[in-house]
């Protein structure tokens, strides 16, 4: 793939990426002022308690098709910011470790790394959607929990990859020395 390609490719994911998290901000910001509880706040209960106090606040059918709604369009955001970090990770490799070697090899895997906590992120939506469908049991919720963690660790991951990204396109856009005239 060219560089530019990479590089508008790698832009578009990461402006679409932004507008579902701003959409997912506003819509769970109302939730939480309406109710007291957004779907972030799950991400913190760890027991069938956390979540079934949660669930409870939801119980009004707007509040849980609200719910639902942000559980539901996460799963638009995440491969959108998992494919952003990846191609951070492209980029942050062509720019800093042009030649093979130990440290492109390190960029490399570290690109998989964001593609993990995206699947981490399915994993813990997939089993919150089922307490609320189904009811919270302690195993469940640890499971969500965990998940969580996963997911966490590896965005943290992906932000820095992403800033190595920003760094790496401002760098590979940088006139070389060969291609500025001599005085």
């Known amino acids: 793939m060219r560089l530019s390609s990479l590089i508008r490719l790698w832009v578009w994911t990461t ?4 507008v579902a998290f701003g959409i997912l901000a506003i819509a769970d910001s109302k939730l939480k002022a309406a109710t007291g509880f957004g779907t972030v706040d799950l991400q913190s209960a760890w027991d069938a308690l956390g979540f079934k106090r949660i669930f409870a606040a ?3 059918r ?5 719910a639902g709604f942000g559980l ?3 799963y638009l955001f995440m491969p959108l910011y998992a494919m ?3 191609f951070s990770a492209i980029l942050a490799r062509e720019a800093f470790a042009p030649k093979r070697g130990l440290a492109r090899r390190a ?3 570290l690109g998989f790394v964001p593609l993990i ?6 994993v ?3 089993l919150e959607y089922s307490m609320l469908l189904g009811g919270a049991t302690d195993s469940t919720a640890y499971a969500a929990y965990l998940a969580t963690n996963v997911k966490m660790t590896c965005f943290y991951v992906g932000l820095a990859l992403l800033v190595a990204g920003i760094v790496g396109v401002m760098t590979l856009r940088r006139p070389k020395k060969e291609d500025t005239p001599s005085p």
């Not at 402006?15 to 932004?18: E, H, P, T």
């Not at 707007?62 to 609200?66: E, I």
């Not at 906590?117 to 399915?122: E, K, N, R, T, Y």
């Open 124 to 126: 813990e939506n997939a």
């Open 72 to 74: 539901g369009f996460d």
């Open 117 to 122: 906590g995206a699947l981490a992120d399915a």
């Open 58 to 60: 939801w119980i009004a």
């Open 15 to 18: 402006l679409l990426a932004l």
């Open 62 to 66: 707007p509040h849980a098709a609200a």
């Open 107 to 109: 960029i490399d895997y």
């Open 84 to 86: 952003s970090f990846y």
